[in-house]
């Protein structure tokens, strides 16, 4: 089993930035792909960033592209997600995923995921 924490959320103005951050504990060697999900209120989970086992590949929703940026460190089995430029559209629950293969076509699936933290809150303000 896999467990996993975010931690970095909070409440900025446009155009500010946050850094997320997701520990991921257990078989942490069993970790392959892993991705950032957000949900807003009244809105389906959706993809935002996904990232390989190793860190060579990374995938963005075009609606944060330019603007966050997926990295991950195996040594502190931790994923990050730095997000710049935001916006209030940005605004929703963020959510850690993991899952025990590869990234391929299909990072942005949810159910494809097999563990999920917990999620931490972003609220940007105009």
């Known amino acids: 089993q896999v467990q996993l924490v975010e931690s970095g959320g909070g409440s900025v103005q446009a155009g500010g930035s946050l850094r997320l951050s997701c520990a991921a504990s257990g078989y942490t060697y069993s970790i392959g792909c892993m991705g950032w999900f957000r949900q807003a209120p009244g809105k389906e989970r959706e993809g935002v960033a996904g990232i390989t086992s190793g860190g060579g590949s990374t995938f963005y929703a075009d609606s944060v592209k330019g603007r966050f940026t997926i990295s991950r460190d195996n040594a502190k089995s931790t994923l990050y997600l730095q997000m710049n430029s935001l916006k209030p559209e940005d605004t929703a629950m963020y959510y850690c995923?993991?899952?025990?293969?590869?990234?391929?076509?299909?990072?942005?699936?949810?159910?494809?995921?097999?563990?999920w933290g917990q999620g931490t809150q972003v609220t940007v303000s105009s």
């Open positions: 995923a993991a899952r025990t293969w590869g990234c391929s076509a299909t990072w942005s699936l949810m159910n494809d995921y097999n563990y």
